[in-house]
Nanobody
Framework: VQLVESGGGLVQAGGSLRLSCVDSRRTASSYTMAWYRQAPGKEREFVAAISWTGGSTYYADSAKGRFTISRDNAKNTVSLQMNSLKPEDTAVYYC????????????????WGQGTQVTVSS
């Protein structure tokens, strides 16, 4: 697994961004994929996860109703559509893969991307 994120940037509050993550080694399609984020001075936190089939998703409370995680296994990608962005969403967003087949609410990623910066201005 080798994950590369893209799509970050600067957006005004209330705006939208779509993050994408591709597995350049084309091995992540059989595993749970997820998004995490880390704001300055804070610990990395879970945002959303999706099962390997795409049939199940799980979101942090902060993401529910505003963010949507999806995947395209044919393209080895996972995406995060972020709407109604708030300044507190500002963070580096990381794509992650968990190769164990556990509950989406208790994933423990073992592969990480390098991150993409999202900045939401007020």
């Amino acid at each position: 697994v080798q994950l590369v994120e893209s799509g970050g940037g600067l957006v005004q509050a209330g705006g939208s961004l779509r993050l994408s993550c591709v597995d350049s080694r084309r091995t992540a399609s059989s595993y749970t994929m997820a998004w995490y984020r880390q704001a300055p001075g804070k610990e990395r936190e879970f945002v959303a996860a999706i099962s390997w089939t795409g049939g199940s998703t799980y979101y942090a409370d902060s993401a529910k109703g505003r963010f949507t995680i999806s995947r395209d296994n044919a393209k080895n990608t996972v995406s995060l559509q972020m709407n109604s962005l708030k300044p507190e969403d500002t963070a580096v967003y990381y794509c992650a893969v968990d190769t164990a087949y556990g509950s989406l609410s208790r994933i423990s990623p073992n592969y990480w991307g390098q991150g993409t910066q999202v900045t939401v201005s007020s």
